[in-house]
């Protein structure tokens, strides 16, 4: 545990690149949101085995699966067991095509149905946005989620699976927690057994800087990444800082997020890093 042992670097165990890029894998609505119309799972599985594999073709070193089409979406106990579901069986097609670490993140900050999707797909993390303190985002008050989960998944015997944890989550408003800066936000995560921080700028697509990665780590020996706002203008200097990023709108055919990967744009970007690195 993290309050006696140092804990072992979770994203060098997972991915053998000093340079760490995930492709967000945003699914269309599932059955029982309200913009689902219908189309049934094999309309939305082949979407999202096609951003898959364009991610994977285009050179990413790792996946990680989101309800993303759920809009607006739930407080964490409102999810319904019909998002897990599919969310497991969509996740489980993508572990068994791509031979890369998948993860799971259930919108919003439902991390115990994340964990549930991960145990049954043989995904190997999930992403909490709010792991501790609290904040007030479009679904309301919303507690972090590290109490329940780290129980739920010593529940499962899932030890193996690792918490990516967001630290001062975009789309909120921190303002109970004004008197705590971000590295001290970040020091009560690894304290509250995370295993990878996440630095996220304010809204989605939007870039997250350089100091707030900086501030993220300042306090906490977790490896950090980026988990917003990644792109080829700034991808070669948020490196310098981080250690790898979670990436998803600026890789979709005219950067917005609910359009299709394109292959073009990833290969840009991971070529990027890779020479960067070399």
């Known amino acids: 545990m993290s309050v006696t042992t140092p804990k072992p670097d979770a994203l060098a165990e997972l991915f053998p690149a000093d340079r760490v890029v995930i492709g967000t894998v945003h699914l269309l609505p599932l059955p029982g949101s309200p913009q689902y119309n219908g189309r049934g ?3 939305i599985l082949r979407r999202a085995l096609s951003d898959a594999e364009s991610y994977v073709a285009g050179g990413v070193d790792g996946l990680i699966v ?8 739930l407080k964490p106990g409102e999810v319904g067991i019909e998002t897990t579901a599919f969310l497991t069986r969509i996740t489980r097609t993508i572990v068994e095509r791509f031979p890369l670490p998948v993860g799971v993140n259930c919108l919003a900050n439902a991390v ?5 999707a991960a145990a049954a797909s043989g995904a ?3 992403r909490s946005n709010q792991w501790v303190n609290a904040y007030v985002a479009n ?3 919303v507690e972090g989620a590290s109490a329940s989960a780290t129980r739920f998944r010593a529940h499962l015997r899932s030890s193996s699976i690792r918490f990516f944890t967001d630290v001062h989550v975009k789309h909120g408003s921190h303002a109970m927690v004004s008197d705590r800066g971000i590295d001290e936000q970040a020091r009560d995560a690894e304290f509250f057994d995370a295993d990878v921080l996440i630095a996220t700028g ?3 697509g939007q870039p997250t800087s350089s100091a707030e ?6 306090l906490t020996s977790l ?3 980026v988990g917003s706002g990644v792109d080829v203008d700034n991808v070669i200097e948020l490196f310098k800082v981080a250690r790898g990023a979670i990436v998803g709108s600026s890789l979709k055919v005219d950067g917005s997020w609910w359009n299709p990967v394109d292959k073009v744009r990833v290969e840009r970007l991971t070529k990027l890093v890779r020479d960067s690195s070399g």
């Not at 990665?213 to 300042?218: I, K, L, Q």
């Open 213 to 218: 990665v900086e501030d993220v780590g300042r």
């Open 139 to 141: 679904e309301g008050f």
């Open 202 to 204: 304010s809204r989605t």
């Open 66 to 73: 989101e309800n993303s089409g759920d809009l607006p979406f």
């Open 112 to 116: 115990i149905p994340s964990l549930a």
């Open 223 to 225: 490896p950090v990444i």
């Open 41 to 43: 799972l094999d309309d």
């Open 124 to 126: 190997l993390f999930v």
